[in-house]
């Protein structure tokens, strides 16, 4: 059974940092592409940063601002995420498949950036 559990979310001022962690399970980490989406109220549920197949990919909204990296001996993912601004609040998702980062979702963190 594939398990994503988040965590490191919470309260932060804008222009604060945040690490989001996600520890996986459940599936073949190395050949899996791993990564976050986000959900902001009211909004469709959008890809944040993504790696597959050795690449990263990241959304045009957090370029230079959002590091997302793995240890792949721990079957762990980060989200390293700095210059934090209003427009990021969202509830955060590990996710994770064999082809993309979708078809296995967490529970979710809540990110809350205030101005």
């Known amino acids: 059974e594939v398990q994503l559990v988040e965590s490191g979310g919470g309260l932060v001022q804008a222009g604060g940092s945040l690490l989001l962690s996600c520890a996986a399970s459940?599936?073949?980490?190395?050949?899996?592409?791993i990564g976050w989406v986000r959900q902001a109220p009211g909004k469709e549920r959008e890809g944040v940063s993504c790696?597959?197949?050795?690449?990263?990919y990241d959304a045009d909204s957090v370029k230079g601002r959002f590091t997302i990296s793995s240890d792949n001996a721990k079957n762990m993912v980060y989200l390293q995420m700095n210059s934090l601004k209003p427009e990021d609040t969202a509830v955060y998702y590990c996710?994770?498949?064999?082809?993309?980062?979708?078809?296995?979702w967490g529970q979710g963190t809540q990110v809350t950036v205030s101005s």
């Open positions: 996710a994770a498949g064999p082809t993309g980062c979708y078809g296995h």
């Open positions: 459940g599936f073949p980490f190395d050949d899996y592409a």
């Open positions: 790696i597959s197949d050795g690449y990263r």
